[in-house]
């Protein structure tokens, strides 16, 4: 459903009187909209028998939705700050206008929605739209570049001894992927993580490594360049570049760009859902940036794997990930082979040889000058596990799943061969089928022996299909959307939706947004926001004005979530205890009091015209303009009593005194409140 | 102002200003990416060492070179060799600022020693070394929480726990409260606006004192009170002492803080900090190098460390690990790929100095762990099950390392009692 252009322009901000709009005038947009309306169903409303049979209407707004518990202002928060990254001013209005239940199936709907902002935001952004061969090409690592040459070289020169057959052809991708692979691992996972924060240090310990958030052609000056680097451990996020430097080449760039898109796109994005979803599932296969290769390949997973399915069917979205290269390097399924596989080819080779030499009396081809037995050795690989086991316990069923050390091991045969085609050139997924293990296996008590890369797909299809994954996703997406333990009930139907619908990501999410579990009491403000969710929501709460999102990854970073530098492929953790400690708390409320105190590099926050100009002459219609703008209204009555006590202090006073136009620091308000418990959750 | 007047428990034993006797500390570092223990102590003894590392061995150390006091007196000398330290093992040349310290039986080294289980995954080994539980993903917390628990503490101080960086290690997830600390000197609440520290403090501190948000109320009160004794302890004017010079690195300076940390007396017990750069496919170096370069870093480091807490280190106890180790022969790139197992540092006043222990497994073909690593005869929670009950006073071992026979006969017996 196309968005009628008055609704995206913030309009209902800037005229609040619109609340009085007469019926005929609400009922107009209202036709226009269905009339713009490209044929969606409205589904929730026809869809869910327990939204039929709710008698009570409570306000116009939430018709359709089976809400009970929550006012018409608290349900469309709570849709805010669930299905998207939280209100922008003005957004509870425009949504109550719209009506909540036509908000929602837009959202699920997410191509029906105009986003020309946000994709003129992401212009800047070259990297986002080039292919893997080309960002491999033009942003080459330093050393590699330099390793590559001698490679060619020396590939060169071996290529004329080698004899031009199928079996070296294997080999020499396999020891391509090999060495790259290894290069990586866990120093540069270290690198990093600790990157995200301190990004003078990394590049101090190893050049090589990445440092996303680091631009070095864009230092200001050599004495600010020396202070930093004496602030090793400091990192602080406000200094760092306004911009990503137009001459930078390095390969760190790529990530760096993905994360400040991500941010862009979250907060500026009329597609909330989408990005929601893409957050959500990018997440559940997690792929780490610091893991060699992955970082040329992350791109095009985000961009041709994740979002394209995002609200699609889960099994399209699994096979996506099983043949992307990020996730086949990730988990190391390239490298997996049949370990017979060495042999047979060079039984093959043998065969092939004998028939063409063997029979004009040649001599035997003279063999290369390397011991044979090292040789071999190093060409054969094996199988591996690794991405056999995560498929199962993280992708589809779930530790719990009910599959056993066995079926793990009948999982990785099945997807031997499933490999990657010149890795540090274009990164192809391939399937070799001189790598795989043509054996019949047995996968959760079915046979699978359709052949080749069939049985691979078998497999996907079994897992994806499974009542195990039916459970195990609608729990995640339970605990994303719903609460951290969801209630079972709400589960169970979920289940039964993904079981009934082929795995329809949406249908699923239809059913989950269109129960009372949803909009409960206990659901609502039961999240504790992720620090992505936090720094987002407070830039759209805000209303920041954001020219480079680039502190706002680091402080992402520095809250505890760096962004794509999850190094284990469990993903963040969804739970409130992953994100309450300490140290990220102290961060929180530092970066509440320097984005609301337009103290941040790239990005412009007005908190005066925020919460009104006249407000600065009374702090206490401040802070009142300022629950009602980020809280709603509602904030614990100590919460609002504490901060009206603080805002008596003589030194606010004595400023007020002074100067009538410095009277109260809005922005030190505002981020007093952005920094509330409150404002923790979501 | 709320929340200020009320002094917390430990606070108020802190500031009595009784520096708690005989506190036993324990800091771990861990080499994330598995550093070469092979060639950080070199059994230059082993001449199939030098068959398999033709372009990368450390050589053997020059005749005469211990024996003549030299060594001591001016490791530099030996730069271009191993160091001899027991006639068998030498350290790589890189590493001279801690050879004082082995001769002055302060520094122990635990060879062959690591984690039992074959992974060769760096994910998977760091994840194991750090649950504490080899072969087992499912553990959700680490030992270093665990052995914490082991010995609980009422009114634990808010830095009973601390970790160097943004984000709370596997290490240090569990029950026991930890904190992340990437800098000291800014642990604080940063106003941004003139004059209005204190009221951005107080209405943060009031309003998280205060709220019905349990989780938030728990976490907030023990922020301020962190930031708080912080403030008394008051980092910026910490010098370190004794002459110690810290590199610059970020394995210095988070060195630096730790020791700042220790001498605060705020109530540290463990402290953990990490260190990257380990994983040395191509061209890792000998004497020069990669590895050399990262070595350097870590001597210093460590020497300093040493050096800058002086007395203090009769209570402290540093021990270092990486999750594998690597290839014995060197691969076809001068680099060595991943193996298994790998050498361990334990520094300290309590540690019995000047040796290498652990059973030498050799390193003769036929005796390497699946053709191509030094094989492990040490596991790594023997070394620290010996170092948490006799320096941290953990009575029972097996909340800690479930699942593994930590019986003190079999201790390295690296530890005095």
């Known amino acids: 459903m196309r968005l009628p252009n008055f609704h995206a322009s913030g309009f209902t901000f800037r005229f609040p009187s619109i609340a009085a709009t007469p019926k005929s005038f609400l009922a107009l947009i209202l036709s226009l909209a269905c009339t713009l309306s490209l044929g969606v169903d409205l589904p929730g409303v026809a869809a869910t028998p327990s939204a039929k049979d709710k008698k009570q209407k409570p306000d116009p707004a939430l018709k359709g939705l089976p809400i009970t518990e929550l006012s018409a202002d608290e349900a469309i928060l709570h849709a805010l700050n669930r299905l998207a990254y939280g209100p922008r001013p003005g957004d509870i209005e425009r949504v109550r206008q719209l009506s909540l239940a036509k908000w929602i199936d837009q959202q699920l709907n997410p191509n029906s929605i105009e986003d020309k902002a946000v994709e003129a935001r992401l212009q800047d952004y070259p990297t986002l739209r080039m292919s893997t061969a080309k960002l491999i090409a033009e942003y080459p690592q330093p050393k590699q570049a330099e390793k590559q040459a001698l490679r060619q070289a020396r590939a060169q020169t071996q290529q004329e001894q080698r004899r031009s057959d199928a079996g070296a052809a294997a080999s020499s991708a396999a020891q391509e992927t090999q060495s790259s692979q290894t290069q990586s691992g866990g120093s540069d996972a270290q690198a990093a993580t600790s990157t995200a924060d301190s990004p003078q240090q990394s590049e101090a310990d190893n050049p090589d490594k990445p440092a996303p958030m680091k631009e070095p052609a864009m230092e200001p000056d050599a004495a600010a360049k020396g202070a930093r680097r004496r602030d090793a451990l400091g990192g602080d996020p406000n200094n760092i570049p306004r911009a990503l430097g137009e001459d930078s080449k390095r390969p760190r760039r790529i990530v ?130 690794n991405y056999g086991r995560e498929l199962m316990e993280l992708h589809t069923l779930g530790v719990e799943g009910g599959y056993t050390q066995k079926d793990v091991t009948e999982v990785a045969r099945s997807f031997t061969g499933w490999t990657l085609e010149k890795p540090r050139q ?42 195990s994954t039916a459970k195990f996703i609608s729990t995640k997406l339970a605990r994303r959307f719903v609460s951290d333990n969801p209630p079972p009930a709400l589960v169970n139907r979920m289940a039964e939706t993904f079981q009934s619908s082929d795995g329809d990501i949406r249908a699923v999410m239809k059913t989950m947004i269109w129960s009372p579990e949803f909009w409960s009491r206990e659901a609502y403000r039961a999240k504790i926001k992720t620090p992505f969710e936090l720094v987002v929501s407070s830039a759209r709460a805000l209303g920041t004005d954001v020219d480079t999102s680039l502190p706002l990854v680091q402080w992402v970073g520095r809250i505890g979530e760096p962004l794509y530098q999850c190094q284990p492929p469990t993903g963040y953790s969804d739970k409130a205890e992953a994100w309450v400690n300490t140290g990220a ?98 | 102002m709320v929340g200020l007047s009320a002094m917390p428990a430990f606070l108020q034993r802190a500031v009595a200003a009784t520096p708690m006797p005989n506190k036993k500390q324990l800091v771990v570092l861990f080499q994330r990416g598995a550093a070469d223990g092979l060639n950080i102590v070199v059994p230059f003894g082993e001449s199939n060492y030098y068959r398999m590392r033709p372009s990368i061995a450390i050589p053997q150390p020059k005749r005469g070179g211990r024996g003549s006091g030299s060594v001591l007196a001016n490791p530099e000398l030996n730069g271009d060799a191993a160091i001899d330290l027991a006639g068998f093992f030498g350290l790589h040349p890189s590493l001279a600022p801690l050879v004082p310290l082995f001769h002055k039986n302060q520094l122990a080294i635990v060879h062959a020693a690591g984690s039992p289980d074959l992974t060769r995954s760096h994910f998977d080994a760091q994840d194991f070394m750090e649950s504490g539980t080899p072969g087992l993903k499912s553990t959700e917390d680490g030992w270093l929480n665990r052995a914490l628990e082991a010995v609980p503490e009422e009114n634990a101080s808010p830095f009973r726990a601390v970790a160097m960086g943004p984000n709370l290690p596997r290490m240090l997830h569990g029950s ?161 790929d991943h193996g298994h197992a790998n050498c361990m540092f334990v520094m300290g006043g309590d540690v019995r100095g000047g040796q290498v222990y652990g059973k030498w497994p050799g390193l003769n073909d036929h005796q390497l762990n699946e053709g191509r690593d030094l094989a492990l005869t040490t596991d790594f929670r023997s070394v620290l099950g010996e170092i948490l009950t006799k320096h941290i006073g953990v009575a029972d071992l097996k909340p800690v390392f479930p699942s593994f026979d930590n019986n003190p006969r079999k201790f390295p017996g690296l530890i005095r009692t």
């Open chain 1, 256 to 385: 760096a760009e993905l994360a400040v898109a991500k941010i862009t796109r979250a907060i500026y994005s009329e597609r909330q859902l989408q990005q929601v979803m893409d957050d959500f599932w990018f997440n559940h296969f997690n792929v780490f940036a610091g893991k060699g290769e992955d970082r040329y390949y992350l791109t095009s997973y985000e961009r041709d794997v994740i979002q394209p399915h995002a609200l699609g069917k889960f099994k399209d979205l699994v096979t996506a990930t099983a043949k992307s290269p990020a996730m086949l390097f990730y988990l190391d399924n390239f490298l997996s082979a049949d370990p017979r596989a060495a042999q047979r080819q060079a039984m093959e080779r043998a065969m092939r040889q004998q028939a063409r030499y063997g029979r004009f009396g040649r001599p035997w081809p003279p063999r290369p000058r390397v011991n044979p037995q090292q040789g071999a050795k190093k060409n054969e690989r094996g199988l591996n596990e």
């Open chain 1, 426 to 467: 274009y990164a192809d997924f391939k399937f070799d089928d001189r790598l795989h293990d043509p054996d019949p296996k047995i996968v959760l008590g079915k046979k699978i022996h359709a052949g080749g890369m069939k049985d691979g797909e078998q497999v996907i299809d079994l897992l994806a299909h499974h009542p």
């Open chain 1, 585 to 682: 708390l102290l961060n929180r409320l530092n970066f509440s009091l320097a984005l609301a105190g337009n103290k941040m590099r790239g990005a412009r926050t007005d908190a005066t015209s925020l919460l009104g100009v006249n407000a600065s002459a009374e702090p206490k219609a401040a802070l009142d303009r300022a629950v009602q703008v980020f809280l709603g209204g509602q904030a614990a009555p100590a919460t609002v009593e504490t901060l009206q006590k603080q805002l008596d202090n003589p030194q606010v006073l004595q400023a007020k005194l002074d100067d009538a136009r410095k009277q109260v620091d809005l922005g030190v308000i505002a981020g007093l409140v952005l920094g509330a418990p409150e404002f923790q959750r979501r």
């Open chain 2, 176 to 336: 026991s409260p930890a904190i992340a600390l990437p800098d000291l000197r800014q642990f604080k609440v940063m106003a941004q606006a003139p004059g209005m520290g204190q009221v951005v403090e107080g209405g943060f501190e009031a309003m998280y004192a205060q709220t019905v948000d349990k989780a938030l109320q728990g976490t907030g009160t023990e922020t301020f009170e962190a930031i708080d004794l912080l403030r008394k302890a008051d980092p910026a004017k910490y010098r370190p002492e004794n002459g110690a010079q810290y590199p610059t690195s970020r394995l210095g300076q988070s060195l630096q803080q730790i020791g700042q940390l220790l001498k605060a007396d705020i109530g540290v017990e463990v402290l953990f900090v990490d260190c990257g750069g380990w994983d040395n496919h191509v061209n890792e170096g000998g004497v020069q190098g990669q590895l050399s370069n990262l070595l350097r870093d870590l001597g210093q480091s460590l020497a300093a460390f040493h050096q800058d807490l002086g007395d203090r280190m009769e209570n402290i106890v540093f021990v270092t690990m990486s999750e594998f180790g690597r290839t014995a022969k060197e691969n076809g790139n001068r680099g060595t």
